[in-house]
């Protein structure tokens, strides 16, 4: 892991530059970063998560 600090001063560099990092990760890292980021999410809004799943019941409404 690269812990190199860079200061940007152009928000559209900063920007350019996650992008660059974010294509260089394999997709399987991308999806788990992704996962991760949803589940602490959801934890901040109260919600339990464990290793599987949520612990929240969905529920589909099908419009007639």
Known sequence: MDKTIRRF???EELKNEEYRYWQSVPAEE????????????????GVEANGRGLRTTLVRFQRT
Request: hydrophobic share 25%.
């Open 9 to 11: 001063t152009d928000p």
């Open 30 to 45: 991308r999806i788990r970063a992704t996962w991760e980021h949803t589940i602490d999410c959801y934890r901040m809004k």
